[in-house]
């Protein structure tokens, strides 16, 4: 009994353990690569030759989207790396260059590039060898809750609190690269969020837009998304619940009572359709054998920017694809259960108060009657209209070509050799 009764507690703390021992490894390791960075930067860059990275070492978001716009660029060459070689496989089958990071091939790539662009961190090509060249991050999307210095709570804010040379940051050394340029959609955001939050200067936050909804304003993009997520005809609307992660593993959904019957119902009752799919990072919190005949779980692999153009609504909570979904101009609902639980463990900077552009629902009960209801949500245009304003600042899908233009004439420029970018600089 008492062996049984210690086994949950034994489990946790060797968790803990090899939790701990993961990141000594990781230390230990910064320590041998921190002179291999250092004479990463000797060598002569190209400064036409572009390495991208996806975040988390996926082929996604803006990093994918301006790839796939730049790929066949007659004055860039531009190569996708990655840790997978699944990722590089399938990045070949699309008929672009693709190398692993830690291949030869990719390590000299890495070593000669002039350009680092990037989804989230310089580890999503190869921090090691990116001494040299110039960095820009792309992000992953316009941010809602606080990210990096401005974390003032939850799990990551003692990290960015530690002291400059704290050994803890030796498995953490490339969140603390302050890129050269960063990717924002306006100056409001760009002094909201994003100048604070990598402590850079804002006039080195480039206000473009992003490349993942450039095709948001190509005519057909409704219809393609209709056809990729094999909507059946005889359904209404089309309704997309996308939420995102909670970084401290809370399962919402479970702990708000939520049920997927309880929602394939009211979709019945009103004839619609709705897709499904969670964020990369909790992707556990939905059924993945059950089937309803008005709701369905999209695949893990799925590129939600191809989905969105054919979802008439979009349900979702504190994810940043509420911004995205603005550029069409239609209803939003922002389903969020466990709101005070979630603002107590990540600070936001933005209310939704301020920024919402539709309805807040809190209750399971409430979001079944709104969906079940005939009419769904209206627009309130002034409302919508005005966030828009404030996040998008006029953006008309030009982002893949003004970042092209930015990369070419820098590019004519003479590329960076001293590999000054601060590591660990605050």
């Keep these: 009994m008492g062996i049984t009764h210690g086994l949950p507690a034994f489990s946790a703390n060797l968790a803990v353990g090899r939790r701990v021992l993961a990141r000594i490894g990781v230390a230990a390791a910064s320590l041998i690569g921190v002179p291999v960075r250092w004479l990463s930067g000797i060598p002569r860059r190209d400064p036409r030759l572009v390495v991208v990275g996806g975040n988390?070492?996926?082929?996604?978001?803006?990093?994918?989207?301006?790839?796939?716009?730049?790929?066949?660029?007659?004055?860039?060459?531009?190569?996708?790396?990655?840790?997978?070689?699944?990722?590089?496989?399938?990045?070949?089958?699309?008929?672009?260059?693709?190398?692993?990071?830690?291949?030869?091939?990719?390590?000299?790539?890495?070593?000669?590039?002039?350009?680092?662009?990037?989804?989230?961190?310089?580890?999503?090509?190869?921090?090691?060898?990116?001494?040299?060249?110039?960095?820009?991050?792309?992000?992953?999307?316009?941010?809602?809750?606080?990210?990096?210095?401005?974390?003032?709570?939850?799990?990551?804010?003692?990290?960015?609190?530690?002291?400059?040379?704290?050994?803890?940051?030796?498995?953490?050394?490339?969140?603390?690269?302050?890129?050269?340029?960063?990717?924002?959609?306006?100056?409001?955001?760009?002094r909201r969020c994003f100048a604070p939050a990598f402590r850079m200067p804002a006039d080195r936050c480039l206000n473009f837009g992003y490349p993942r909804t450039d095709h948001f304003f190509r005519v057909g993009s409704t219809a393609h998304g209709r056809q990729l997520a094999a909507i059946p005809d005889r359904f209404g609307e089309v309704i997309g619940y996308f939420p995102t992660w909670r970084d401290d593993g809370f399962d919402f959904l479970s702990g708000s009572g939520f049920s997927f019957d309880s929602l394939n119902d009211a979709l019945v009752t009103s004839n619609r359709f709705l897709l499904f799919k969670a964020h990369p990072n909790f992707s556990n919190i939905a059924p993945k054998d059950s089937a309803w005949s008005n709701i369905r779980i999209l695949p893990a692999d799925s590129d939600l920017y191809q989905v969105l153009p054919a979802c008439d609504v979009l349900i979702t909570d504190y994810s940043s694809m509420a911004f995205d979904f603005l550029i069409f101009s239609r209803p939003i609902i922002y389903f969020v259960p466990d709101h005070d639980r979630y603002v107590s463990h990540r600070n936001v900077y933005f209310s939704f108060e301020e920024m919402a552009a539709g309805p807040v629902i809190s209750t399971c009960d409430d979001l079944y009657a709104a969906l079940a209801s005939p009419t769904l949500p209206d627009v309130d245009l002034q409302r919508h209209d005005h966030v828009t304003e404030l996040v998008w600042n006029g953006y008309r899908g030009d982002a893949i070509a003004k970042i092209r233009e930015f990369l070419i004439t820098k590019s004519e420029r003479a590329p960076l050799v001293d590999g000054t970018d601060a590591t660990c600089r605050q």
């Design 56 to 190: 988390a070492g996926r082929f996604a978001d803006n990093a994918r989207y301006l790839f796939l716009g730049l790929h066949s660029d007659e004055e860039l060459r531009c190569v996708w790396i990655c840790g997978d070689r699944s990722v590089r496989d399938h990045v070949r089958s699309l008929g672009f260059e693709s190398e692993v990071r830690w291949s030869i091939a990719g390590i000299r790539l890495c070593s000669r590039a002039g350009w680092y662009v990037y989804g989230a961190y310089l580890s999503d090509i190869n921090y090691w060898f990116s001494r040299g060249a110039r960095s820009f991050n792309l992000w992953h999307g316009i941010p809602m809750k606080a990210i990096e210095f401005d974390i003032t709570s939850g799990p990551l804010a003692r990290l960015y609190a530690s002291p400059r040379w704290c050994p803890v940051r030796l498995a953490f050394l490339d969140r603390f690269h302050r890129p050269d340029y960063l990717l924002s959609t306006s100056e409001f955001i760009t």
